[in-house]
């Protein structure tokens, strides 16, 4: 077993601060209370704290649970160390939790070592070297001086990358502290270690790494607040194979090819044309090629077809469609917006898209949203006159032909408006998730347990979103005894009496970052907050979005879940990661570069079909990982494929009769029979701040709709469809049935798939009858349904 020794660490770590003052290397806490260590006295925060997180003390099912155990209850891993000693020193119905007097009659030691009966069994020894620790704190009056506390300027945990020779390989972390006092201690003894994926690597409290298959995870560390973590790659058994000639496209093939080859994983080959041309249609305009347009693109034999492919769908009107949709998601365009959700859905989903139309730089769109105004310098009265249009215009039954006068403002104050986001903590909640790819939710209530995120953190970032007044005014359709409408309630840069006390208390900071000064009637301070997000420094920012447009086009971000940027939670390929945010940022925000970028690569276009090395990879890119079409796409494209329309009712003249790029679909698709269908194949209600609200996962419930629905079967038998068109202008069997397959898969079929189709047509009932089972039958395959 390969392990580390402290003089080693120290001496490379050393070599790191050469201009600072030389650190003063301490002995592990292990060492020094060893039957034969130097002893000392140990520190509250420093070793005791942290000794009860790696006995499981303070976790969620000891406790550290809201109601404590037994009568005794300590802060979730250790997040409020002065209360946690108040509860040490309390006494307990069985006696005295720490006896200064008598340490070797403290209960903190009986019950730990289970001489008293324990409910959690034995956590540690008597005469181990962490009960002698725990007695010497104890013995010396179990001391703590907050003002004293040397805090930790920086963790580590060595190696920081451990690649396996073979499956009985093993390594033993270290973790290491430097402290604020120019100490740095060997804490390994003291820090909690976890594996991500035990089936890859599981580790040992003593953070032992044991392999088990191949693949690659990462190891969390963690240590009295601090989160770091290990890579750990465990490279796939030689099949005789050498690795194959690969030309990169792009520098994300070579991010991407460098950690294959530490996995000795081999990458799948290029996708065929069928194959790519269907992908990208679906992936960047969320709806199927015709068939002539793939018989163009699969007879075209030039070189660089592909990008222009590319460059032509990113101009497609529907690409806006598309991706407002994306936004919405990511932003929360719900249906809980106020009493008139419709209207308010659409004038969303309109203003992002005329955004995303004309490539307007991403820190502009999120300006857009953060720093949101209702006058946007107008006076009242003629923000008031554009309300009391939208309502004239959107009446009756919504109809919003030529109305651009929402989606040409710069802000987006709906995002404001639902009556939940009128809440500080759900605003942070919401913008952290959909900007900063952050979820604060655990900080709301205690300190984040797997990232820096503490509880003053989370108050001090909502304080920004107190800055924001709701100011009611009537429109004239009010003033004329209609209901509470949209605009009825501006959003307005300020601070109503309400948060006027509690901004002053507790000052706006941003998160990692800085205390914003707040003067009541200044500038608002949101820009500030939009500033410091836009910032080429900010760590969260870019690599967020560009982390989520990856996991669109990949189904696996490099960081997974997308939303979910902490330091348990590291990226599968951090140089990807941290090249694609720094391009993003040079380019100026400019969205459609990071998406040519990931389209152009081959990593992009490679085969779903997988080889003997990448079989089992999920999270290293080797080849394309079929991921079934959202909601939407799919209600689409079987629209497509049955040449039978949706309908959504009345819509804008621009606007399709299609579910991608509905507001909210579910409210206005024909019936509660559309809501149906869009949730059955996972679309979201947009309740939850969490990307994860989308599902794409596949169910019975889906399968018996495509199957068996009186929907697709109404589609199928319409006279007006694309099947009897089809029937009139194509008299030879064999070439009908290539262009329904065209249409659906987007390929022509096999020798043997034809030769079936064609004796099923001719034992039929019809030719109509056979030739609507065929296509019934394409629908049905799991080709259709997925993206490969």
Request: hydrophobic share 35%.
């Amino acid at each position: 077993m390969r392990s580390f020794p402290l003089a080693i660490l120290c001496c490379c770590l050393l070599a790191n601060v050469a201009l600072a003052a030389k650190p003063k290397p301490i002995d592990s806490a292990a060492r020094r209370w060893s039957e034969n260590g130097k002893g000392g006295s140990p520190e509250y925060i420093r070793h005791i704290v942290p000794l009860f997180s790696r006995l499981g003390c303070n976790n969620r099912a000891c406790h550290g649970s809201f109601q404590g155990q037994s009568g005794f209850r300590l802060s979730l891993f250790g997040s409020e160390p002065d209360k946690d000693l108040e509860e040490l020193l309390e006494k307990d119905d069985d006696g005295v939790r720490l006896n200064i007097d008598a340490p070797d009659k403290s209960l903190v030691l009986f019950k730990p070592t289970n001489e008293d009966e324990h409910n959690g069994g034995e956590r540690m020894a008597v005469g181990s070297w962490q009960h002698r620790m725990f007695r010497a704190w104890i013995a010396d009056g179990a001391k703590y001086e907050p003002g004293k506390v040397a805090k930790i300027t920086r963790f580590e945990v060595l190696p920081r990358e451990f690649v396996a020779d073979g499956l009985d390989d093993k390594v033993a972390l270290r973790a290491i502290a430097y402290f604020s006092d120019n100490t740095v201690e060997d804490v390994t003894g003291l820090t909690v270690f976890s594996s991500n994926d035990e089936s890859i690597a599981a580790v040992s409290e003593d953070g032992e790494i044991k392999v088990a298959r191949p693949g690659d995870t990462s190891i969390v560390v963690r240590y009295s607040g601090s989160v770091t973590s290990t890579q750990v790659l465990v490279p796939a058994k030689s099949n005789g194979k050498p690795y194959p000639l690969t030309f990169p496209h792009n520098k994300i093939d070579e991010f991407v090819d460098a950690k294959l080859r530490k996995l000795n994983i081999h990458p799948s080959v290029l996708s065929s044309d069928s194959d790519f041309i269907r992908r990208a249609y679906l992936d960047v305009i969320g709806m199927l090629p015709s068939a002539d347009e793939t018989r163009t693109f699969l007879e075209d034999r030039s070189p660089d077809k592909r990008a222009v492919l590319i460059d032509r769908l990113l101009e497609h009107p529907n690409y806006a469609h598309y991706w407002g949709m994306k936004f919405s998601d990511w932003t929360g365009n719900s249906k809980y917006i106020n009493n008139k959700a419709i209207l308010s859905n659409w004038l969303w989903q309109h203003w992002i898209e005329d955004k995303l139309s004309r490539n307007m730089p991403y820190d502009e769109i999120v300006y857009g949203h953060v720093c949101a105004t209702s006058l946007e310098g107008r006076s009242r009265e003629e923000f008031l006159s554009e309300v009391d249009t939208i309502l004239h215009k959107a009446s009756g039954r919504y109809n919003y032909d030529d109305d651009k006068l929402y989606a040409r403002r710069r802000t987006n104050e709906l995002y404001w408006s639902n009556v939940e986001r009128r809440k500080p903590e759900t605003m942070v909640l919401q913008t952290a998730n959909s900007f900063l790819g952050l979820r604060l939710e655990c900080a709301q209530c205690h300190n984040h347990p797997f990232d820096r995120w503490t509880q003053r953190d989370f108050e001090q970032f909502k304080s920004f979103f107190m800055a924001v007044k709701f100011c009611v005014a009537k429109t004239g359709e009010e003033r004329q005894g209609g209901g509470r409408g949209y605009g009825a309630e501006s959003v307005e840069p300020g601070v109503g009496s309400r948060y006027a006390r509690l901004i002053k208390q507790v000052p706006p900071k941003l998160l990692g970052g800085d205390e914003v000064p707040f003067v009541e009637g200044g500038p608002d301070i949101r820009k500030k907050l939009w500033q410091w997000m836009r910032s080429p420094d900010n760590p969260y920012f870019a690599p967020s979005f560009v982390n989520r447009l990856w996991h669109h086009y990949f189904g696996t971000g490099i960081v997974d879940p997308p939303d979910d940027f902490n330091q348990g939670n590291p990226p599968s390929n951090p140089q990807l990661l941290s090249w694609l945010a720094d391009q993003f940022i040079e380019h100026k925000f400019d969205i459609k570069h990071v998406h040519r970028l990931i389209l152009n690569s081959r990593t992009y276009q490679l085969s779903w079909e997988p080889n003997e090395s990448n079989r089992l990879d999920k999270r290293n890119f080797s080849h394309a990982q079929l991921r079934r079409m959202p909601a939407e796409v799919l209600i689409d494209a079987i629209s497509d494929v049955t040449g039978v329309e949706n309908y959504f009712g009345r819509l804008p003249k621009d606007h399709p009769q299609r579910a991608v790029g509905q507001a909210m679909p579910s409210l206005r698709y024909g019936s509660t029979r559309g809501g149906y269908t869009m949730k059955i194949f996972g679309r979201p209600d947009r309740e939850k701040t969490c990307d994860c609200e989308r599902s794409n996962e596949p169910s019975v419930a889906q399968a018996l709709y495509l199957i068996n629905d009186q929907e697709v079967l109404n589609k199928l038998d319409d006279r007006g469809g694309r099947l009897p068109m089809l029937m009139k202008s194509i008299s030879v069997d064999s070439e009908l049935i290539a262009e329904l397959y065209l249409t659906a898969l987007s390929r022509r079929p096999t020798e043997e798939e034809l030769k079936a189709h064609l004796k099923h047509v001719e034992s039929a009932p019809s030719r109509a009858a056979g030739m609507k089972n065929v296509l019934w039958a394409l629908i049905n395959v799991r080709e259709f349904v997925f993206v490969h």
